[in-house]
Structures are given as structure tokens and as C-alpha cells.
């Protein structure tokens, strides 16, 4: 059985992550970095190249949007002072503005705020946590991604945290895709299914956003219109482990520190990590 020496050879290959970092993160171009105040011919060259239209040209300079950005590289290349990729898989928001990039005045605020709401209405959710996913119009991608979560790398299992076959028993409601036409009403009906408390996670910047196929006749400005979201999770797609960061963020695992960035855990979110991985 070459399965059995294989094991023994390579020995435990799941990730440690979130007890302890993940090597990953640092070699995965994970978003894009907008300088503060970048401006020039240079800066708008990259702004005609977005094909998402996610750097807006304002007074105090250009400004992108994670949740809109599909990760192209096109304005890396074309203004590299003004724009550049930065290493990192933690990249859920809370709100959709904290996407949004140099941060505007008053974020911090709003954000803390929805960090402490979300955190009460999900403090019971932390050790066993069902998830039901649902395709509003994906290209597939996003759904390659969250199946790795499943598999012996990631092992969502051993932090409590399954998928679910029926909304009725689901906390967590994964959601991919740009939001069609012809999903909004199962979407909608799926959310209402779901007991309370719940929570909704927007996984894709097809989701955040519509990214590349958004604001059509057939497709929306993601899935936000249609229901309730409460995570935001940008990416084209995301990495697993981004999505898995986005799932730990929802039920008060990992925190959000202001300005997107991510903190470390507390003293009582790393006891609960300890306790989940165990």
C-alpha cells in the first residue's frame, strides 16, 4: 500500500494555521497596495487598465477597491510606485468601505463597531460551527477552493467547522458568485431558512462586487443586495486559506485590526484556538 510509506515519508502535512502561522501567507500575493496620495499620468494609465474599473481617481489622490480588484496585476505593471502586491492571505473585511484602499476617515471606527455587533450576535457559535454553501452565479473557481478546505492540508474539520446539506441546520452561509437573476430568489429563501443567529460571508470578488460580470441585466452588484452580508472575503478567488481566515473572522476566532489589517488573537481567542485544534 503506497499510500502507508508515503505517509510515513512525508509525515503530517496539515497546516497548523490558526494555532500557529502558516509559511504560506508570505509567498502569496494576496492584494494590492495603493501608495497614499499616488496621482500622475501613470496612475491613470493604470486606472484605464483596470478591467473592473477598481482604481477611482480622486482629490487626495487614486484610491482601489480590494472588493472590486481581481488581482490582474495590471496596475502593478503599469505605475510599480504607485501600486504593488503585498504578501498575505488575511484579507476578510468587515465592512464593504474597509476594502477600500488608502483608508478614508471614520473606517476604524465603523469597523470596530461591526467587529463588537458581530461578535455578540455569533459568541455561541465558536467550537461547532455548519456551513451551507451557495453558488449565485459563479465561474467555478471560488467553489475549487472551498472544497480544498475539506482535504488533509486545511482539515477544516478539526477546528468544528462542517458543511451542511440543509440551510435548516447551517450557522454560516458561504456565499459565491456575482448574485444572477436567477439565483436571488433560492438565495433569499436559503438566508430565511437559516436559524438565528447566522451569518453570511461573501467569498470572491464576483460576490463582493459582480467583479468582471457585475451590474449586467442578468447578474447584480454581488450578493449584498440580496442578502445581509456580514464578512467580505476579496480575492479572484480567494485562496483557501483566505477563505478560511474569513470564516474564523465571522465567529470572533481572528480579529480585524483597524485599516483591514489583521491582529493577533486575544488571550481568550487563542485559549478558544487551542481548544478547537485539539
Do not use: N
Request: aromatic share 6%; net charge negative.
Amino acid at each position: 500500500m503506497p499510500w502507508v510509506t508515503r505517509g510515513l515519508r512525508e509525515g503530517i502535512v496539515t497546516t497548523r494555521y490558526p494555532r500557529r502561522s502558516d509559511g504560506y501567507g508570505a509567498s502569496f500575493e494576496g492584494h494590492v497596495v495603493c501608495a497614499s496620495g499616488a496621482t500622475g499620468d501613470e496612475v491613470e494609465a493604470a486606472a484605464a487598465a483596470c478591467p473592473t474599473g477598481a482604481i477611482a481617481l480622486e482629490a487626495a489622490g487614486a484610491r482601489l477597491d480590494r472588493g472590486s480588484c481581481i488581482l490582474c496585476g495590471r496596475c502593478c505593471d503599469i505605475a510599480p510606485r504607485s501600486f504593488h502586491f503585498e504578501p498575505g492571505f488575511e484579507t476578510a473585511a468587515l465592512r464593504r468601505r474597509a476594502l477600500v484602499v488608502p483608508a478614508g476617515e471614520g473606517d476604524d471606527k465603523t469597523i470596530t463597531e461591526a467587529r463588537e455587533q458581530l461578535r455578540e450576535r455569533v459568541k455561541g457559535l465558536r467550537r461547532s460551527v455548519h456551513l451551507r454553501h451557495v453558488d449565485a452565479g459563479s465561474d467555478g473557481s471560488e467553489e475549487w477552493e472551498i472544497a480544498a478546505l475539506t482535504g488533509p492540508i486545511y482539515d477544516i474539520h478539526r477546528l468544528g467547522v462542517f458543511f451542511s446539506a440543509s440551510p435548516r441546520h447551517a450557522d454560516v452561509l458561504l456565499v459565491t458568485g456575482a448574485g444572477t437573476a436567477g439565483m436571488q430568489a433560492s438565495l433569499r429563501l436559503t438566508y430565511e431558512a437559516m436559524p438565528s443567529p447566522k451569518v453570511v460571508i461573501a467569498v470572491g470578488t464576483d460576490a463582493v462586487s459582480g467583479g468582471l460580470v457585475g451590474g449586467t441585466y442578468a447578474s447584480g452588484q454581488g450578493v449584498a443586495g440580496t442578502v445581509p452580508v456580514d464578512v467580505f472575503v476579496p480575492g479572484s478567488p480567494p485562496s483557501p486559506f483566505g477563505i478560511l481566515h474569513g470564516i474564523l473572522l465571522a465567529v470572533g476566532l481572528v480579529g480585524e485590526a483597524p485599516g483591514g489589517a489583521v491582529s493577533g488573537p486575544s488571550r481568550d481567542q487563542a485559549e478558544e484556538r487551542e481548544g478547537m485544534a485539539s
